[in-house]
């Protein structure tokens, strides 16, 4: 980690807009840790509790690290009128996680989020890019269990 990289993603944002700044530090420390968003407060003048409260507004911005894969999945009404309330318990029970954790390797994240566009093939889950749908606990158990 190091400030440098912050420096450069500030120089090459010269309009200043929070979001996108954010948004390069997350791709590049895989979080925006607290020593980071001061040090970006402190090089641009924007309030430390405006950026925190951005950071913490947006569910795709994280304060922490988070696994290397990151289990989004929908609990919107067509998710849950098939079932997806069951499938984050067994996700849960899975990982040995709560929702909003991560497992002590790092290698999962498990999130429950908001409609995720993919209705027709509820209940759905998206794992860091790539979307699955049509859920059952066979076809997440395979899922999960092929990502090395
Ligand atoms: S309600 Fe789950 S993808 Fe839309």
């Known amino acids: ?35 980071n968003a001061h040090y970006l407060s402190r090089k641009t003048g924007i309030p430390f509790s405006k950026i925190y409260g951005v950071i913490t507004f947006y569910e795709m911005l994280y304060t922490e690290k988070k696994g ?6 929908c609990n919107s009404p067509s998710c849950y ?22 497992t002590k390797n790092k290698k999962f994240s498990l999130e429950i989020v908001s409609c995720i566009g993919c209705c027709d093939k509820a209940p759905a889950m998206i794992i860091n890019n790539k979307v699955y749908g049509n859920l059952d606990e066979n076809k997440i158990k395979k899922i999960i269990s092929g990502l090395k």
Not at 81 to 91: E, H, P, R, T, V
Request: hydrophobic share 40%.
């Open 68 to 73: 290397k894969y990151i289990i989004r999945i």
């Open 1 to 35: 980690m190091s400030f440098r990289d912050i420096d450069e993603i500030i120089k090459e944002r010269k309009d200043n807009f929070l979001l996108p700044m954010l948004q390069a530090i997350q791709a590049k420390f895989g979080y925006v840790s607290e020593t």
């Open 81 to 102: 009128l098939n079932c997806s309330l069951n499938l984050i318990k067994f996700l849960e029970s899975s990982l040995k996680i709560k929702s909003g954790e991560t």
